[in-house]
Every structure is written in structure tokens, then in C-alpha cells.
């Protein structure tokens, strides 16, 4: 399959690259890495005025959407985005946070795509998720087909299980998988099937025979885990932080290329474990369907500037997410060629709408 390893050295990779080929030992690595990306807000001789410079846009308060419950990796970006939005000054209009979790965001961002088209006083989060929910035959649109704005950081992906669960190291999780996959209810959503059952691939075990639970985002799951209902789960790092910090669920395996930072650098990567698994999990914005050029434009000079900004940098190093900021044509680039490799993964993998 096509494959992209997703590092935190950042090789020098232009956006025209893409992702590239890369079997070894039916290695799989999925994700989308772009080392050196041009920042640009706007085309030439189409530039709306910057935030805070008088602009006629937004003319009112700004809804950003995370298409998920609370504590989940949207929701987390949501919040955090808004809060670096309107500490640093860059947007001084209202920017209020929504929830509207639905299968696994592809609700959403159907009413993005209908409902909402045309409109200006909309963002919301998209991510790997609804690339892998298209891909599935799950939902009908994808963010390579919405109003993007921009790409703003990786995560990377991690299994966890309850601190007094039944598996006390990744070598448990797999024995016990391959005894009889049923009994290990895996708490995952819709994105977080794909890299688990790539996992299971690389371990001699048919991803089909895997038990997936779907909910949407770290904080359903982590509730699952903690009432039984679930054996693992998951989810990007960050949406366990507060529970791995407070020690009721312990880390098994990460999908990162390198060891994570302290506190949790002592988990190990697949790779070291010996499954060649690397992922990703990219997360960013989008607008409506035919959204306005000049609400495009201010919204990538926005994001352009928050990435740069203090707060922004505080909480990519918090959550562990290594900053992928592009916008225009390197974000399109990015993302469509992310979903060539979602698509492949999916194939190899025969995840498809009935799994």
C-alpha cells in the first residue's frame, strides 16, 4: 500500500511530494508529513484585510464546531484554537464552541457541505477521521472536499487500557488477540479502526475478526474502558491525557515514529516493539460549501498568525502535537493525498461499509 511515516525531525519533504511507496517486511506506515510548507493566507490580488485591521469581515460572532463530544481530539483543538484565537488578539469577534457529535463527524460535516453552504459564520475541525469514514463507504464527503482552510498539526495514535485491566503490556494485548480476537473489545472511532486494524495486520491477526466498538472521541472511550464495556481503546494521545496523568488507564503501544516526550516516553513505539505500524492523525480547518473568498482568505491569515503565536506553541508542546501548518494549495496537496493513502490502508486492510 501506499505509505507516509509521519516523523518529529521533520525531513525536508516539499508539498509536491505526496506520500511516499514503502514496502519492507509488509512494513505499513500511513499518515501525511509535510517538513517545509509555504504559509500563505491568500492569492495574489485577492487578499481580504488581516484580523484586527479594520476589515469588514466577520461582521459577528464566528460558531467553531467540533464534530464530536467533549474531551474528544476535536473538541480538544476546538477549544484550544479559539482560546489562541482570542488570548493573542488575532480575532476580536466572539468565538463560540459547539459540539455535534454524529458518525464520527460525518454529520457535520454533511451540513457543511448542504445546510451551512454559502455561509461565513462557520469553521469547524476535521481530521484523518473523515477521510477514513469516506474511504469506508461510511459517509459521502471527506475534508478534501469541503472549503479547506488550513492543516495545523499531527498526533500521534495510542492503545490504552485500563490500569487494573487484563493486560498489563502490549505482548498480553496481542496474545490475547490472537486466542480469540472477540473477547478483546477494542474501543475505537471511526478513524482509529484504520491504524488499529493495520496493527493487528502486522501481527498475523485478520483485522476483520477484530471486535470494534464505535464512539465518538478519547472521552466516550475512556468511559467504556472504566465501566467494562471496553478491553482497549484508540485515540490520539491527547484525548487521554487527563486520564494517563491520573493513572486509572495505563498506555500499551503508541503509532509514533519516535519515543513520545517525558511523562511517556517510556511506552513503546510499535516499531520497537516490532511492528513495522507507524500513523498519524492530522487535524484542521474547514469551511461551508462555497464559503466566500474573503471569509477563506481571513481565516488562513488567522490560523497563519496563531501558529506562530506563543500560546499556540504552548499547547502543541502540552499535548505532544507536532505543528503541519499549511494553507491553499500545500493544505490541499497535504490532505488529498492523505485520503490516497487512507484509501489504500482501507483496502489492505478490507475495512469497508460492512465491518
Request: proline fraction near 6%; aromatic fraction near 6%.
Amino acid at each position: 500500500m501506499r505509505s507516509t511515516t509521519i516523523t518529529r525531525t521533520r525531513r525536508a519533504t516539499s508539498a509536491s511530494e505526496g506520500p511516499r511507496l514503502n514496502r519492507r517486511n509488509r512494513a505499513v506506515a500511513v499518515g501525511a508529513a509535510l517538513a517545509t510548507v509555504a504559509l500563505v493566507a491568500t492569492a495574489c490580488g485577492n487578499k481580504a484585510q488581516p484580523p484586527g485591521e479594520g476589515g469588514d469581515y466577520p461582521k459577528g460572532p464566528v460558531t467553531v464546531t467540533a464534530p464530536a463530544e467533549p474531551g474528544s481530539g476535536w473538541d480538544t483543538t476546538a477549544r484550544a484554537m479559539t482560546e489562541a484565537l482570542q488570548k493573542d488578539d488575532i480575532v476580536t469577534s466572539p468565538l463560540p464552541v459547539q459540539n455535534k457529535p454524529g458518525g464520527t463527524g460525518c454529520s457535520w460535516i454533511t451540513s457543511m457541505m448542504q445546510q451551512e453552504k454559502g455561509k461565513d459564520d462557520q469553521i469547524a475541525i476535521t481530521s484523518l477521521a473523515s477521510q477514513t469514514m469516506k474511504a469506508r463507504g461510511l459517509c459521502e464527503y471527506g475534508p478534501q472536499d469541503t472549503t479547506l482552510i488550513a492543516t495545523l498539526y499531527v498526533e500521534d495514535f495510542m492503545v490504552v487500557t485500563p490500569e487494573d485491566g487484563d493486560f498489563k503490556d502490549l505482548d498480553a494485548l496481542v496474545k490475547a488477540l490472537k486466542d480469540d480476537p472477540q473477547k478483546v473489545t477494542v474501543a475505537a472511532a471511526g478513524d482509529d479502526t484504520l491504524p488499529f486494524a493495520l496493527f493487528a495486520k502486522e501481527a498475523g491477526i485478520d483485522p476483520a475478526d477484530i471486535n470494534f466498538v464505535n464512539y465518538d472521541g478519547g472521552g466516550e472511550q475512556t468511559t467504556a474502558m472504566l465501566n467494562g464495556d471496553a478491553k482497549v481503546a484508540i485515540a490520539g494521545m491527547s484525548e487521554f491525557r487527563s486520564v494517563l496523568e491520573a493513572g486509572d488507564i495505563t498506555p500499551l503501544v503508541t503509532f509514533a515514529e519516535k519515543p513520545l516526550a517525558a511523562p511517556f516516553d517510556d511506552v513503546p513505539t510499535a516499531k520497537d516493539a516490532g511492528y513495522d505500524v507507524t500513523l498519524g492523525n492530522w487535524r484542521g480547518v474547514f469551511g461551508p460549501a462555497e464559503m466566500p473568498d474573503e471569509a477563506v482568505d481571513y481565516w488562513a491569515k488567522a490560523l497563519e498568525d496563531m501558529s506562530k503565536s506563543d500560546t499556540w506553541q504552548d499547547t502543541l508542546e502540552k499535548n505532544q502535537w507536532a505543528s503541519e501548518f499549511s494553507t491553499g494549495d500545500d493544505a490541499q496537496t497535504y490532505v488529498d493525498e492523505a485520503a490516497k493513502t487512507v484509501e489504500e490502508g482501507v483496502k489492505e486492510t478490507d475495512l469497508g461499509n460492512s465491518k
